[in-house]
């Protein structure tokens, strides 16, 4: 089986893209990458820049229609056992376009990370193109169930759905808690990030060491949020090495994320003994028990009230200690895209 040939098309810079393709690469199936980034940050070797025009996670990308002809005859000249593409309305949809113009056969598979399904722009217009999409597909990837539930109304085949993320690699880490607080979602209306500094300036943070990692805010809403909050460390965009750290480093992980794939951010903050204080949202839910293994909340009240218990709290030795048996039975990384492997190959 392993010499199927294995068509991905994705973000070449992303961390997903470079966990799913660095996999089959080490695994000797025979990959390929098409993707519009200007750099490639995975193992493959056989890859095809699809344009020249820089990519921007928070939409607008139309330039991408204008590589279908491209892919189209990578398809045709490669003739895959499988094409498997990245974030549906995007990447799905160039996918999908091309293998019809190529009239190829090959088996087509979606993942869909979460804000391409739960908070895409222009709902119904783009609820519209991901059932379109996910409808015409062999294969879909959920990352949490939340997705699940909302692409089963598309009417898919629930039998034709895969639910679960890659996961993590599990290590030990002994660093030094000297951060209390940190928060590292993307800058974007979906993350709520002025909802948790707002809510953190209204407490007594006079003591407390704050990190805020900003990936994608702009330069101007940049200074202003430093200028605003003095008192907090903010970071842009960091090298995922040095993010991992400033994770480690911390005693309390918080999110307010309105709706999530299953974030990797909040699996890597649970393994390296972080506290969990995230959303109530059934992406979050799916790992976390409320005043079990972290904290859920759903208002700021209720975001200040637990944040005071966690920073009291004198033992999380429990809490961390179920949340590592947790990823190893249910977030190890080799252990989950196996799974994946055979969902998306069949029988190894």
């Not at 330069?219 to 090298?239: G, Q, S, T």
């Not at 974030?263 to 903050?269: G, I, R, V």
Request: proline residues 3%; contains cysteine; neutral net charge.
């Amino acid at each position: 089986m392993k010499n199927k040939k294995i068509f991905f098309v994705a973000d070449a810079r992303s961390i997903h893209t470079a966990k799913w393709v660095d996999y089959f690469v080490e695994k000797d199936y025979t990959v390929y990458l098409a993707t519009f980034a200007s750099a490639n940050n995975t193992k493959c070797t056989n890859i095809y820049y699809l344009g020249n025009k820089e990519s921007h996670v928070s939409g607008g990308n139309y330039h991408y229609l204008f590589g279908v002809h491209k892919l189209s005859e990578h398809f045709r000249n490669i003739q895959p056992d499988t094409i498997n593409a990245h974030y549906s309305y995007s990447m799905g949809f160039i996918a999908l376009l091309a293998k019809k113009f190529s009239r190829i056969t090959s088996e087509f598979s979606v993942v869909c990370h979460g804000s391409d399904v739960l908070d895409p722009p222009m709902p119904y217009i783009f609820n519209q193109i991901n059932k379109y999409i996910l409808r015409r597909c062999d294969k879909v990837f959920a990352v949490s169930d939340q997705i699940k539930d909302k692409i089963e109304k598309f009417g898919l085949d629930v039998e034709k759905i895969f639910v679960g993320q890659y996961g993590i690699a599990l290590s030990s880490l002994a660093i030094e808690k000297d951060i209390d607080i940190i928060s590292n979602r993307t800058y974007t209306p979906n993350s709520r990030i002025d909802f948790l500094l707002e809510a953190i300036n209204e407490m007594e943070y006079e003591n407390l060491n704050i990190v805020f990692v900003l990936p994608n805010i702009e330069d101007e809403e940049y200074e202003d949020l430093k200028n605003k909050y003095p008192y907090i460390v903010f970071y842009k965009h960091i090298e995922y090495s040095k993010m991992i750290n400033l994770v480690s480093r911390a005693k309390v992980y918080i999110s307010a994320t309105q709706s999530d794939g299953t974030s990797l951010s909040l699996l890597e903050a649970m393994q390296v003994g972080c506290m969990p204080l995230v959303s109530n949202i059934v992406s979050n839910r799916s790992w976390v028990l409320d005043m079990v293994n972290g904290y859920l909340f759903d208002g700021n009240s209720e975001f200040k009230d637990k944040l005071k218990i966690i920073l009291k709290l004198k033992d999380p030795a429990f809490i961390i200690a179920t949340n590592k048996r947790l990823l190893l039975e249910n977030g190890n990384y080799l252990r989950q895209m196996k799974k994946i492997e055979k969902f998306l190959i069949g029988n190894i």
